[in-house]
């Protein structure tokens, strides 16, 4: 397979290259705007270097990888879609052009427009969202039918605006679709992991009867859980905390409370860079049976459809409704 990789910063160097070039069947073709970085991966990881988006697309890549910076993302793929590659696979967020505690109502509108482009010319959209690969995470939606938890009743979470796109994405992943929020933002700036931001709390209503709360924060120090998920079923409830932490499930049926830990042979990091690795591998295996991506880039589009309507909520203090402010067409 022929994958191209536009940018090649810490992100790529460090959680896309490394599982790329570990297979075999896999050739790498490099793009950055700074040629002696893309140079530099060469050297350390095999593969050839252009000077150009075109070239990279010429070279007929099965797939390529867009890995710059949020803010720099939608830029790029306004250059890339129009040369017609066959599949794309993009970081997170789809764009965030000031960054991912700040994404906007153009960021969405953006993405939306980009996306009608793919859809034009028959080309596959990705998304990495690799929290859906953390092991914990496939146990949690194992065990929800396993033990017939029934339907879910309410979602709280609370998470780090470093992890802020794959949490609203894992809520929507477990809990569907969300009909309707209402947000308010913090009076004081926080800041952490090179962010600065007012923290943003909302109330959600889902298209299936159920509520929720979310709240996120730049201050929430590294050193703890940056993330934790309670999802309240009719029978039980499932939390998620950290990177691929600890899972709690208690189930009414059968009266029982479990903490369910994975071996400890890795720590949070390492677990991370699992995680990458998984929804990466997965992502090849579908290519190569040119079947569709495990995660689509509609998923990053109804990401984006969230956060923009929370934005409106705070803008204007009033509840937003997704499906007619912010309609996915």
Same mark, same amino acid.
């Given at each position: 397979?022929?994958?191209? *990789? ?46 150009? *988006? ?12 867009? @890995? ?9 793929? &306004? ?7 066959? &599949? ?50 496939? &146990? ?11 339907? #879910? ?6 998470? /780090? ?6 949490? *609203? ?28 931001? /007012? ?26 859980? #940056? ?10 409830? *499932? ?49 190569? #049976? ?11 589009? &109804? ?6 309507? @929370? ?10 409704? #997704? ?7």
């Amino acid at each position: 397979m022929k994958i191209g *990789i536009i940018g090649t910063g810490s992100v790529a160097t460090k959680n896309y290259l490394p599982v790329l070039a570990a297979h075999d069947d896999v050739s790498l073709c490099y793009y950055n705007r700074t040629k002696s970085k893309a140079e530099a991966c060469s050297e350390q990881f095999g593969g050839q270097v252009v000077d150009s *988006i075109g070239q990279l697309v010429d070279r007929d890549a099965d797939s390529i990888f867009v @890995l710059t910076n949020e803010q720099h993302r939608a830029e790029v793929l &306004r250059e890339l879609l129009p040369l017609g590659p066959r &599949r794309v696979f993009c970081e997170k967020p789809l764009g965030a052009s000031e960054g991912q505690a700040k994404v906007s109502e153009e960021d969405f509108f953006a993405a939306q427009s980009l996306m009608q482009v793919a859809e034009e010319r028959n080309m596959t959209l990705a998304m990495i969202f690799n929290y859906r690969f953390f092991r914990q995470v496939k &146990r949690a939606l194992k065990l929800r039918e396993e033990r017939n938890l029934g339907e #879910l009743q309410q979602v709280s979470a609370i998470t /780090h605006y470093a992890c802020w796109s794959h949490v *609203i994405d894992l809520i929507l992943h477990f809990a569907g679709d969300i009909q309707e929020v209402s947000a308010l933002e913090g009076r004081n700036l926080h800041s952490g992991a090179d962010m600065e931001a /007012h923290d943003l709390s909302a109330s959600l209503n889902f298209s299936n009867g159920a509520t929720g709360t979310l709240l996120g924060s730049a201050g929430m120090g590294f050193d703890f859980d #940056l993330f934790e998920i309670l999802f309240v079923y009719e029978r039980g409830r *499932i939390r998620l905390r950290d990177l691929d932490g600890d899972l709690d499930i208690m189930d009414a049926t059968s009266g029982t409370s479990e903490v369910l830990r994975l071996p400890s042979e890795m720590n949070r990091w390492g677990q991370y860079a699992a995680s990458f690795a998984a929804s990466i591998n997965a992502y090849l295996e579908s290519v190569r #049976l040119d079947q569709p991506p495990p995660v689509p880039g509609l998923a990053g589009l &109804r990401e984006l459809q969230v956060e923009a309507a @929370l934005r409106r909520s705070v803008s204007e203090k009033r509840p937003v409704i #997704l499906a007619q402010d912010f309609p996915i067409n």
